[in-house]
T-cell receptor, first 114, second 111 residues
Framework: EPEVTQTPSHQVTQMGQEVILRCVPISNHLYFYWYRQILGQKVEFLVSFYNNEISEKSEIFDDQFSVERPDGSNFTLKIRSTKLEDSAMYFC????????????FGSGTRLTVV | QKEVEQNSGPLSVPEGAIASLNCTYSDRGSQSFFWYRQYSGKSPELIMFIYSNGDKEDGRFTAQLNKASQYVSLLIRDSQPSDSATYLCAVNGAGANNLFFGTGTRLTVIP
């Protein structure tokens, strides 16, 4: 069964450092998403991406965050200057036809900011 | 602000019983409704979706939707210990290309 692949599975970074989280969506999917889940809390929407541009973003997705699809397979989330409160599990998701049809999530990257 | 509310639980049921999980949502224009299962430390896994009022059955799972009451539920028949997980309700709001998730209900099936 096709999978969404995320790397790394766990990243530890110092406060103020930049991190890039990587995702390889399912190959025929056209819609891509980033979510985060702080330990013990809900899965929160960050951003959606379609046709090489951001289609929607949440209040969480401020100027410290950016997304990119640098080639035909990767989808990345960059956090420019990490804060302690950025510590969370970050999930990438993709969908063939958009949110109306549900997503497939990747296995996640656990980001720990120290 | 789109809200999706779930009873956080925990909900405990004996093996073989029916587990009933409930969810309400605030956006009356919501069109698509999903149930995801999340094992501890893992990513959400889609188990059911429903678009129309009424019931939708898939194996041991039945999703129920009542748009007038803004209510979605998930029934799990013949619950198994492997069903022990957190169940997340997710809703696609009107005109939105993303899903809003509830906090999830933790289900424990006792052997």
């Amino acid at each position: 069964e096709p999978e969404v692949t995320q790397t790394p599975s766990h990243q530890v970074t110092q406060m103020g450092q930049e991190v890039i989280l990587r995702c390889v969506p399912i190959s025929n999917h056209l819609y891509f998403y980033w979510y985060r889940q702080i330990l013990g809390q809900k899965v929160e929407f960050l951003v959606s991406f379609y046709n090489n541009e951001i289609s929607e973003k949440s209040e969480i997705f401020d100027d410290q965050f950016s997304v990119e699809r640098p080639d035909g397979s990767n989808f990345t989330l960059k956090i420019r200057s990490t804060k302690l409160e950025d510590s969370a599990m970050y999930f990438c998701a993709s969908s063939e036809s958009g949110a109306n049809y549900g997503y497939t999530f990747g296995s996640g990257t656990r980001l720990t900011v120290v | 602000q789109k809200e999706v509310e779930q009873n956080s639980g925990p909900l405990s049921v004996p093996e073989g019983a029916i587990a009933s999980l409930n969810c309400t949502y605030s956006d009356r224009g919501s069109q698509s409704f999903f149930w995801y299962r999340q094992y501890s430390g893992k990513s959400p896994e889609l188990i059911m979706f429903i678009y129309s009022n009424g019931d939708k059955e898939d194996g041991r799972f039945t999703a129920q939707l009542n748009k007038a009451s803004q209510y979605v539920s998930l029934l799990i028949r013949d619950s198994q210990p492997s069903d022990s997980a957190t169940y997340l309700c997710a809703v696609n709001g009107a005109g939105a290309n993303n899903l809003f998730f509830g906090t999830g209900t933790r289900l424990t099936v006792i052997p």
